[in-house]
């Protein structure tokens, strides 16, 4: 697709980790950058690298509509990941049902392609190593199979409307700004970390960096409409080993003693129970667990031959930034 300097992108889930992270990108490439935001003081940072902030919501559309005005490509980052009792019908709302909005509202605005944001969680566990796109989906967890439903509506509204579509299944994603693996960082730099299980499952992670550039790729590269790229780091690793390898790099000596996972579950369970009549998140949730008990390996050689996607920030790397600016944050 033809884009170039002073074009106009907008990206819904600015104001979030990743959203964030592709709008200063492209705004650093002289785009025109417009994120969509309910809460605009939450993206408050991004006027000062010249990224327009436009308040709507994804639910509404008029506010689409407005935020798709003059837009020749959408970027939908948006998304809900709480699975609490009392948010479920939330994070299908947000990340199924308002897809087809989105995607109407910006063709009737004349946009000419969606990118639109899914997850590797739709494959669920693997069975076979490294796991390509066309990999069995079977999702775990309400988020998973609510990006499943969204793909699905995205690629029927898609060819209804007759605009360009390209989905995206990011593996998970770290980087300086993250809050996701900040708990596993602090832990393991505190020496309070005990690894649940025998560490033996393979993880793979994305730098957000990484991320952004595989994201720009697939808004520019012509060959991309219609198609569905798994983007992820350039290295999958044992859970064992990036636990030792976070150790390595915060100086400190990883605890020798294993947690079972079946104790593990227990602890958070009854984690569960007890923070949720208080309304709390508990510090302990299973299906945090899935980190060291699932199977992840993939395979970029898609994104490698169609979009020219090279992950850059290796794995060693990646850590060491994380760790320097959770550092910076005081949250080590």
Same mark, same amino acid.
């Given at each position: %697709?033809?884009t170039g300097t002073g074009s106009t992108i907008l990206v819904t889930g600015g104001s979030g980790f990743a959203g964030s992270q592709l709008a200063r990108s492209l705004a650093a490439r002289r785009y025109h950058v417009r994120v969509l935001a309910r809460v605009p003081e939450k993206a408050k940072d991004l006027r000062s690298a010249g990224i327009e902030v436009c308040q709507g919501d994804l639910h509404?559309?008029?506010?689409?509509?407005?935020?798709?005005?003059? &837009? +020749?490509?959408?970027?939908?980052?948006?998304?809900?990941?709480?699975?609490?009792?009392?948010?479920?019908?939330?994070?299908?709302?947000?990340?199924?049902? *308002?897809? $087809?909005?989105?995607?109407?509202?910006?063709?009737?605005?004349?946009? +000419?392609?969606?990118?639109?944001? @899914?997850?590797?969680?739709?494959?669920?566990?693997?069975?076979?190593?490294?796991?390509?796109?066309?990999?069995? /989906?079977?999702?775990?967890? &309400?988020? $998973? *199979?609510?990006? /499943?439903?969204?793909?699905?509506?995205?690629?029927?509204?898609?060819?209804?409307?007759?605009?360009?579509?390209?989905?995206?299944?990011?593996?998970?994603?770290?980087?300086?700004? !993250?809050?996701? /693996?900040?708990?596993?960082?602090?832990? #393991?730099?505190?020496?309070?970390?005990?690894?649940?299980?025998?560490?033996?499952?393979?993880?793979?992670?994305?730098?957000?960096? !990484?991320?952004?550039?595989?994201?720009?790729?697939?808004?520019?590269? @012509?060959?991309?409409?219609?198609?569905?790229?798994?983007? *992820?780091? =350039?290295?999958?690793?044992?859970?064992?080993?990036?636990?030792?390898? #976070? @150790?390595?790099?915060? =100086?400190?000596?990883?605890?020798?003693?294993?947690?079972?996972?079946?104790?593990?579950?227990?602890?958070?369970? %009854?984690?569960? $129970?007890?923070?949720?009549?208080?309304?709390?998140?508990?510090?302990?949730? +299973?299906?945090?667990?899935?980190?060291?008990?699932?199977?992840?390996?993939?395979?970029?050689? +898609?994104?490698?031959?169609?979009? =020219?996607?090279?992950?850059?920030? !290796?794995?060693?790397? $990646?850590?060491?930034?994380? /760790?320097?600016?959770?550092?910076?944050?005081?949250?080590?």
């Amino acid at each position: %697709m033809e884009t170039g300097t002073g074009s106009t992108i907008l990206v819904t889930g600015g104001s979030g980790f990743a959203g964030s992270q592709l709008a200063r990108s492209l705004a650093a490439r002289r785009y025109h950058v417009r994120v969509l935001a309910r809460v605009p003081e939450k993206a408050k940072d991004l006027r000062s690298a010249g990224i327009e902030v436009c308040q709507g919501d994804l639910h509404d559309r008029a506010s689409l509509e407005r935020a798709c005005g003059g &837009v +020749r490509l959408v970027y939908n980052l948006a998304g809900c990941t709480r699975e609490r009792e009392g948010d479920i019908g939330e994070v299908r709302a947000v990340n199924a049902e *308002a897809v $087809g909005l989105l995607i109407e509202s910006a063709a009737s605005a004349g946009v +000419r392609r969606v990118v639109q944001c @899914s997850t590797t969680r739709v494959h669920g566990s693997l069975e076979t190593l490294p796991a390509g796109e066309e990999a069995p /989906l079977r999702p775990r967890d &309400v988020f $998973g *199979a609510a990006k /499943l439903e969204g793909e699905r509506i995205a690629r029927e509204t898609a060819a209804r409307a007759g605009i360009e579509l390209v989905v995206v299944r990011p593996s998970l994603v770290y980087g300086p700004g !993250d809050r996701g /693996l900040a708990k596993l960082f602090r832990a #393991i730099a505190r020496r309070r970390f005990i690894l649940p299980g025998k560490g033996q499952p393979f993880v793979h992670l994305t730098y957000v960096d !990484d991320l952004a550039e595989g994201l720009r790729l697939c808004g520019e590269t @012509s060959r991309a409409a219609g198609r569905t790229y798994i983007l *992820a780091g =350039g290295e999958a690793t044992r859970v064992g080993d990036l636990v030792r390898l #976070i @150790s390595r790099e915060a =100086g400190v000596k990883p605890w020798p003693v294993r947690l079972p996972v079946w104790f593990a579950y227990a602890v958070g369970a %009854m984690c569960e $129970g007890l923070c949720a009549p208080l309304g709390i998140r508990p510090p302990l949730e +299973r299906r945090s667990l899935d980190l060291f008990t699932i199977n992840e390996a993939f395979d970029i050689s +898609r994104a490698r031959a169609e979009l =020219g996607y090279a992950p850059r920030v !290796d794995l060693r790397e $990646g850590v060491r930034r994380c /760790l320097e600016w959770y550092r910076g944050q005081n949250w080590l």
